[in-house]
């Protein structure tokens, strides 16, 4: 009896020993791939204290301009009494708080900031948001964010809050217009290829929601765009191969087109998150400055 329950102790032993072993070495994976991913930010916007990029691989200032077609004049810094630094709102520290539907132009430009390429650009747009869409947002629709030289239908990424009720939540990724619309006419098919839908996403007034876009190969035939939303993947643009052809040095990463309620954690990576990297940036408690430390 002794001897049996001896080498019972003896099993449970080694395999508290094993299990250990195991549990450190996903410990030590995590860590590692997480050190890793500070090698792929090409840009970062903490909003903590500052507007100013604290990481960019281009332009860190922040621009206003009373709206885009008069964006070559924007001044630098915040010029809208209706967007601010909100401190201590953020996911952690500040946050940028759009207080009224905003109008203005507000945006870090893109030339070398998301590496966009016209042979082949991959990357990932990675920021938090904060808001009911239900109750917060003015009428219509409204964009986060969007990225392109011109507007919203020709070369450009963005996501978006529908003026449905109650709201939806797209990802769009729509190459040059004179390729897929050349009419620039109202073709839902056409439209519905190049988006991906949420009918029922995750936002709260009282919670922060992930949002990242994991973007492949654009400007090839091969080409692929896709949507998570707290660490989970909500769809993909594929098969559509757009070109999307830029003038590299006026790119923006424009904000808050419409848009009322916080961000932070403005971030861009050089390459396409797998999804495990991007639960990985969902699950860092003191946000992107901690792959830093």
Not at 58 to 66: I, K, R
Not at 119 to 125: H, K
Not at 249 to 268: A, Q
């Amino acid at each position: 009896m002794n001897i049996n329950l001896q080498l019972k102790n003896m099993k449970i032993g080694r395999l508290s020993v094993i299990a250990g072993v195991f549990l450190l070495l996903l410990s030590t994976s995590a860590c590692s791939q997480q050190k890793q991913l500070k090698n792929h930010v090409l840009f970062y916007s903490s909003f903590d204290g500052t507007v100013t990029a604290d990481i960019s691989m281009g332009d860190a200032m922040l621009y206003t301009a009373e709206n885009y077609k008069k964006a070559a004049s924007a001044k630098p810094g915040l010029h809208n009494p209706d967007v601010v630094l909100a401190n201590g709102k953020g996911l952690t520290g500040d946050a940028l708080h759009f207080k009224k539907a905003n109008t203005s132009a507000i945006f870090y430009k893109a030339y070398e900031n998301v590496g966009y390429s016209n042979v082949s650009w991959s990357g990932t747009i990675s920021f938090w948001l904060r808001l009911d869409p239900n109750k917060d947002l003015a009428p219509g629709y409204c964009d986060p964010i969007c990225i392109t030289d011109v507007r919203y239908n020709d070369a450009a990424m963005w996501v978006d809050f529908t003026d449905h009720n109650p709201r939806e939540f797209r990802l769009g990724a729509l190459g040059d217009l004179d390729v897929w619309n050349p009419e620039n006419i109202n073709d839902e098919a056409k439209w519905n290829k190049r988006t991906v839908t949420v009918k029922q996403p995750p936002f709260a007034r009282d919670e922060w929601t992930h949002i990242a876009i994991a973007f492949s190969e654009v400007n090839t035939t091969n080409s692929s765009f896709k949507l998570y939303l707290n660490g989970k993947y909500n769809g993909v643009i594929k098969d559509v191969n757009d070109p999307f052809t830029w003038e590299a040095e006026n790119g923006k990463i424009m904000l808050g087109l419409g848009y009322i309620g916080l961000m932070d954690e403005l971030t861009v990576f050089d390459k396409p998150l797998e999804a495990h990297e991007v639960n990985i940036v969902y699950e860092l408690k003191t946000g992107i400055k901690s792959l830093f430390d």
